[in-house]
């Protein structure tokens, strides 16, 4: 079992920036390949960014590409997901998930990850 917790959400202006944190416990970190998704009212999941386990490996929704980095720091035990150049459009609830590994790849898709955090709300305001 692995257990998540996000923090560093927030309300920010247009053009801000803000970091999310994702600490895991429970099991290797360094076993599980990371996702980041949100969620806007009225809409369904999303896929944001996606990590291999080593974090050498990424891969990131267009509509964030350029402005989002997904990281992690495998001996704190936590991913990040560094947004910039927000836009209200990024206005949702932001989740992390986990998802165990062996190989060097990454998952793309919600119903991979059968670990998740509480989520995040982020705010963008015009």
């Known amino acids: 079992q692995v257990q998540l917790v996000e923090s560093g959400g927030g309300l920010v202006q247009a053009g801000g920036s803000l970091r999310l944190s994702c600490a895991a416990s429970?099991?290797?970190?360094?076993?599980?390949?990371m996702g980041w998704f949100r969620q806007a009212p009225g809409k369904e999941r999303a896929f944001v960014a996606a990590?291999?386990?080593?974090?050498?490996?990424?891969y990131y929704a267009d509509s964030v590409k350029g402005r989002f980095t997904i990281s992690r720091d495998n001996a704190k035990n936590t991913a990040y997901l560094q947004m910039n150049s927000l836009k209200p459009e990024d206005t949702a609830v932001y989740s992390c998930?986990?998802?165990?590994?062996?190989?060097?790849?990454?998952?793309?898709?919600?119903?991979?990850?059968?670990?998740w955090g509480q989520g995040t709300q982020v705010t963008v305001s015009s």
């Open positions: 990590s291999s386990r080593s974090g050498g490996r990424t």
């Open positions: 998930a986990a998802a165990y590994n062996s190989l060097s790849t990454y998952y793309l898709e919600d119903f991979e990850y059968p670990y």
């Open positions: 429970g099991r290797t970190f360094s076993d599980y390949a």
